[in-house]
């Protein structure tokens, strides 16, 4: 199939709707209210069900009633409305529905601003609503890969019974880049026999979420994380640059960030300097056990990213303190520039040295 020029929001937008995902609730917030404005009319074509909420609260429960009901849906929001449907969201994975989220984020905290932003980094993979609980987080690089993580989400989604979040920043949102459609092929998924689709011929069906018996919750729980142990030992994705040969330093970084550090990379290497890049594909689960192993091959391991420093503390855990962590990162809606990054490697790696960068 021939590549199209699409803005990020609508082939989000588009690739949900060919990977089956026909029902999809939302309330407009910007940066990505163009999926909600494309959807709108492109889902009535293709016999789906667009609704708009009255609020993010509204539509985290039309999922929860829509999931439960054995309907592959979806939304898409930013910060603030990601937020309001944390509470839900509990419910949702207590109840092993399958959902897919796409946060397109903005900067905060607060109302913040729309310029884009990380900082919603911890809210999708340490919980963000209530109880023991995690999502399968992915963390697109590009509007291409953005559309081919959406079929493997809902995949995913249902596979594990269990809510996916798509972080992408603003750019991912707004940005226009030439993508293509591609068919997509999972084996096939158990079936839908917990759905709440009538009970004629069975017994009935019940999605729950409240468990007043004490053991019967934990039972939940060790279950979930039976799910969640699963997933760190099949579902770890990242991607790997400037590995394949010797390197002064190592960055993680992901999202678009991980692409302004290439061009930084590339810079670096201009000057003699060869620095390679850890980009995370899954934010949960982490890819702890690569980036231990390329941090034995350099003195430090720098974090770089559109926050104030939230996934720090993972890329510490994954060097399991045997190697100093530094940070750089812009905030606010401020994109860090390559030179940025090349500034904060050379100074590094002078301090290293016992001088000045």
Known sequence: MAKVLMKGNEAIGEAGIRARGLCYFCYPITPQSEVAEYLSKRMPEAGGVFLQGESEVAVSNML???????????????????????EALAYIAAAELPVVIVNIVRCGPGLGGILPSQSDYRQAVKGGGHGDYQCLVYAPASVQEAVDLMPLAFDRAERYRNP????????????????????????????????????????PNVVNSLYLDPYAEE????????????????????????????????????????????TAIHKLGEEGIHVALLRPITLFPFPRQRIYELAQKVDWVMSVEMSTGQMVEDVELSVRCEKPVHFF??????????EEVVEAVKKQLGAGKGGQA
């Open 64 to 86: 929860y009633g829509a999931a439960g009901a054995g309907v592959r849906c979806w939304t898409s929001s930013s910060g603030p409305g990601i937020s309001l449907m944390m």
């Open 164 to 203: 996916v979040l798509i972080i992408g920043d603003g750019m991912i949102g707004q940005m226009m880049e030439p993508v293509e459609f591609k068919e997509h092929k999972f084996p096939p998924l158990p079936p839908k026999d917990w759905a709440t689709t009538g009970c004629k011929g069975r017994k």
């Open 219 to 262: 039972k939940l729980n060790l279950r979930m994380v039976a799910k969640y142990e699963k997933m760190k030992k099949e579902e770890v994705r990242c991607e790997e640059y400037n590995t394949d040969k010797p390197y002064q330093a190592l960055l993680v970084a992901y999202g678009t960030t991980a692409r302004i550090c290439r």
């Open 329 to 338: 990162g812009r905030t606010g809606g401020v994109v860090p520039a390559p």
